[in-house]
């Protein structure tokens, strides 16, 4: 989707990750890995792990608060609450409402949006088209997560790879030629089953035999996830900048889903866009899912990675099974 009219753009970023570490070596002494198959194979090293009572709404509004302080916005200006998230509080009201009490933001309408680990692009794409439209003025759209609670511990297929966190998003309109230049939203739903929580909802409500069958936790065919992910980062990455009239070569800064280091090697080389312009992080903090473009993007701007007038990439994907992909140019334009 090429975007023409109006500029719209982040304005002021925040993250928050919990202060506990796990780290390989812990999860030798549980399940039966290796430090050196999981750095080998996913590029992981530790991840952040919410404490007990943390919830995915406390790292919400944590993340908030500090992208609305560097965006200088006060919390009543905002307009709309966006949560991506597929680790709510609970399945209502939903985590952008308890998110909303938390920061005081009384003047927000408030939505969560399920789409996996694209949600915060899926987010921030939709968050725009308010501000596009004349609707809203200043957004917040936020990507948190608490992996941790529908992780099955003694699965060590899919322990090793997730993490906590939340990142945020202040959206305001800018300067012309800034903000969003391009995007792509897509889903297959018929790869739903390679990565979900099969009970909890209506087709397999809570009972006795989903608990004893371990159905409330995540479960993942993570062959067919990679396959779909190498292929698609490329392909959605090269359609937004397609729609922005740009190619790989012009981005300054690319920042992927941060689920597997393979993967995000894999993508850069297809995309042709050399690793020293990609931001990686995914050593410290796993796949922390819908938090995970927004807790990168903040520290790439923190490092001095991602600078006024870059054309940053951001690509995701994830359960759906969904993919987003955008172009930005960094700044205001004041
Ligand atoms: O945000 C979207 C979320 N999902 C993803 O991004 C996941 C995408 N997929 C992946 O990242 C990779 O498929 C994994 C990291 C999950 C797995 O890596 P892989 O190279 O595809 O390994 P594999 O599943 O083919 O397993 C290879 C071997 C198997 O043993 P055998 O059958 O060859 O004897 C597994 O049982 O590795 C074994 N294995 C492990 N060994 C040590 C699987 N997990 C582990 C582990 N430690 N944690």
Request: proline share 2%.
């Amino acid at each position: 989707m090429k975007e023409t009219d109006k500029a719209v753009g982040i304005i002021g970023l925040g993250s928050y990750v919990p202060d506990k570490i796990v780290t390989n070596c812990d999860l030798e002494k549980t399940v039966a890995t290796s430090d050196q198959w999981i750095v080998e194979r996913t590029g992981i090293k530790e991840r952040h792990i919410a404490e007990a009572g943390m919830t995915t709404s406390d790292m919400a509004a944590r993340a908030a608060k500090e992208a609305l302080k560097k965006a200088g916005v006060s919390a009543e200006e905002i307009d709309l609450i966006i949560v991506a998230t597929v680790t709510p509080d609970m399945l209502f009201p939903s985590t952008s409402c308890l998110v909303q009490d938390k920061i005081k933001a009384v003047n927000a309408a408030a939505f969560d949006l399920a789409a996996g680990c694209s949600g915060f692009v899926y987010g921030l794409v939709t968050g725009s088209q308010f501000i596009k439209a004349g609707l809203y003025k200043k957004i917040l759209v936020i990507g948190a997560e608490t992996l941790s609670r529908i992780v099955d511990w003694t699965d060590r297929g899919t322990c090793i790879l997730f993490g906590d966190g939340a990142g945020a998003a202040v959206l305001s309109e800018l300067s012309p030629g800034f903000g969003l230049l391009g995007s792509e939203l897509g889903a297959d739903g018929s790869g739903g089953e390679f990565l979900k929580v099969s009970a909890g909802g209506s087709a397999m409500p809570a009972s006795q035999e989903t608990i004893d069958t371990r159905q409330h936790f995540l479960s993942m065919h993570g062959n067919e996830v990679f396959r779909f992910a190498t292929k698609i980062m490329g392909e959605a990455a090269n359609r937004a900048l397609e729609a922005a009239g740009l190619t790989s070569e012009d981005v300054d800064c690319f920042v992927p889903h941060q689920a597997n280091i393979r993967i995000i090697q894999s993508s850069a080389r297809r995309l042709k866009i050399p690793m020293e312009k990609v931001f990686v992080n995914v050593e410290k903090y796993g796949n922390t899912s819908a938090a995970s473009i927004p807790i990168a993007m903040e520290e790439a701007e923190r490092e001095g990675r991602i600078k006024d007038g870059d054309v940053v990439v951001l690509v995701g994907f994830g359960a759906g099974l969904t993919w987003a992909s955008c172009v930005l140019k960094w700044g205001k334009g004041e």
